[in-house]
């Protein structure tokens, strides 16, 4: 590596990435601007302001299509028409409007795989009269026909046609049929049968629908998944190259988002980022949640981010790092804090466990995202008394999806309806963060991640260009206790130009001391952000780090 004469690479077609933060937000959940208790578009828009202050650039809306909501607006009754408890595409284009007035860019969620089965394209489909959609979603060629293990769930008996439907998540969510890559049976259409081009069209229509309306791109819901059967991969890959290739030349302005999980394959088939999440490979449970999946609490200390050091780093860098050098020339990863799928960041975290979460995630490469409400550590809320079990189909998800709290009373600031007609109960602990006790406090979380932030902004190497190494540990003494895993603490460079920084991690509650394998020799580490009690010095074989229990801090190398 020349560290003299760093390269950026290539600025991603998308330029406004390389400076990218992610704000999701869950509409429910938000601001309900109308006080009838569900958070809503006019309240998103007025809300913009606090998302701007907090140095998000991006905002990533959850589903805000008309759906009858068994999936918490996954099952998609219209593509073109906003739900009614969210408001009017009026309301859409105001809070488009602010957003770019604000500076902010705009992504929506586009969920191209499944419908409800109120669709109008559904209800035609099964009706058993004949129809334009008959092979618009995935169906057997009777009732009784014998279904393929591997494909997933197949729903029989719903309706007139005779014939079984492939049901992508819940047995409301027909699958749309994008084709088979290797048909095997006659019901099976082929990738290029003119009926899967129509739905293909259609959908690259609704996509333009919105993009004309002045977003700034989409985060795409199961992308993987569209094409079905063995050799779907390729297939798959060469349907979002053409989507790209039209994005390109139509929207060059535009960003594809993927939740795929896997860059590798994400970023090759034309997505500019890939959500780095629980689903297909073990880093991001190996960051921040409890194995063996997403849906489990992480409570019993197996993540990186635990105080009880029991987490495995170098499981997690050598896939990370697979994926970033394999796709850094081409597209970005992101690393959330959470979503609406997830356990909070905030369970069974203390404050100074969630900074050291923040100060990894708003300091490494590609476009790091914030779920709602992690900024001010909010609560996971399942288990909680009195907290709902279920609402939406959100099960175990529900705890995430609370809503967001403003200010101290009995709804939190999100709405003015009454506690019992809310979208979620907030959270009932009478200490609840919130925003407004937290914007004034220079020791908040809020302040803290406010100033990371700014910290990403103003240094070109923190950024989504900016290069990255792992610093590698040649020693670590043993601590006291023995029982702090390899691989800590978690120390790795940034650079951009003629500026070198280096960042420390210690999620442990020990303290640790490291002896770091770098390209650069320096007199002088001076600290930009962090703890004041982590120190660098050089040394004649690498730079020496002495970190006091869970904490962090980014040095500027000279």
Not at 180 to 202: G, S
């Amino acid at each position: 590596m020349n560290v003299d004469t760093p390269r950026l690479h290539d600025v991603p077609a998308v330029e406004w990435l390389a400076d990218a933060v992610i704000y999701n937000i869950f509409p429910a959940s938000f601001r309900d601007s109308n006080g009838d208790g569900i958070g809503d578009l006019p309240g998103i828009t007025d809300s913009l302001e606090y998302v701007a202050s907090l140095g998000a650039n991006v905002v990533w809306l959850n589903p805000i299509y008309d759906s009858p909501f068994g999936d918490a607006g996954y099952d998609v009754r219209d593509y073109r028409k906003i739900a009614p408890r969210y408001g009017t595409l009026e309301d859409f284009d105001a809070m488009v409007a602010r957003a770019h007035e604000l500076g902010l860019r705009l992504l929506l969620d586009f969920v191209p795989g499944h419908t409800s089965i109120e669709h109008p394209w559904f209800v035609e489909s099964a009706s058993g009269e004949p129809s334009r959609y008959d092979n618009w979603y995935v169906w057997t060629d009777h009732t009784f026909a014998p279904v393929p293990g591997d494909l997933g769930t197949f729903v029989n008996g719903y309706s007139q046609r005779d014939g079984r439907y492939l049901a992508n998540f819940f047995w409301f969510q027909p699958a749309l049929n994008y084709g088979f890559a290797n048909p095997r049976e006659p019901w099976q259409l082929a990738v290029d049968h003119p009926d899967v081009a129509a739905l293909r069209a259609e959908m690259r229509s609704i996509m333009a629908f919105w993009l004309d309306r002045g977003i700034d791109g989409f985060r795409v819901d199961m992308a993987p998944s569209l094409i079905k059967g063995p050799g779907q991969a390729d297939a798959m890959r060469s349907y979002w190259r053409g989507i790209r290739e039209w994005f390109d030349a139509e929207y060059p302005h535009a960003a594809l988002v993927s939740e795929w999980s896997y860059p590798l394959e994400a970023i090759d088939a034309g997505f500019h980022v890939d959500f780095l999440i629980h689903v297909r490979q073990a880093a991001y449970n190996e960051l921040l949640r409890a194995e063996p999946g997403a849906n489990v609490l992480p409570g019993d200390g197996t993540s990186i981010f635990r105080a009880s050091g029991g987490g495995r780093p170098e499981r997690f860098w050598d896939e990370y790092e697979r994926h970033y050098h394999a796709t850094r020339e081409s597209g970005a990863i992101s690393i959330p804090t959470g979503n609406h799928d997830l356990p909070r960041v905030g369970f069974a975290r203390t404050k100074a466990e969630l900074e050291t979460v923040f100060l990894f995630i708003l300091t490494m490469p590609g476009v790091p995202a914030i779920y709602y409400g992690d900024e001010i550590g909010m609560r996971h809320l399942a288990g909680v008394e009195g907290f709902a079990v279920n609402r939406e189909g959100a099960y175990n998800r529900t705890g995430a999806r609370s809503p967001m709290q403003w200010s101290r009373g009995e709804s939190r600031g999100f709405s003015s309806a009454p506690p019992e007609v809310l979208y979620l109960p907030v959270d009932p602990d009478p200490d609840a963060s919130t925003v407004s006790q937290q914007t004034d406090d220079p020791d908040s979380l809020l302040s803290f991640v406010r100033s990371l932030v700014s910290l990403r902004h103003e240094h070109p190497a923190l950024g989504g260009q900016g290069h990255f190494a792992r610093a590698h540990i040649a020693a670590c003494p043993a601590t006291a206790a023995r029982t702090i895993g390899r691989g800590y603490p978690l120390c790795y460079l940034r650079w951009a130009g003629r500026e070198r920084l280096l960042v420390c991690v210690n999620p442990t509650g020990e303290a640790l001391e490291a002896k770091l394998i770098v390209p650069w020799r320096s007199g002088r580490a001076e600290r930009l952000f962090g703890d004041p009690a982590v120190e660098v010095s050089d040394t004649d074989d690498g730079l020496r780090v002495a970190m006091p229990p869970i904490c962090g801090a980014v040095f500027e190398i000279e």
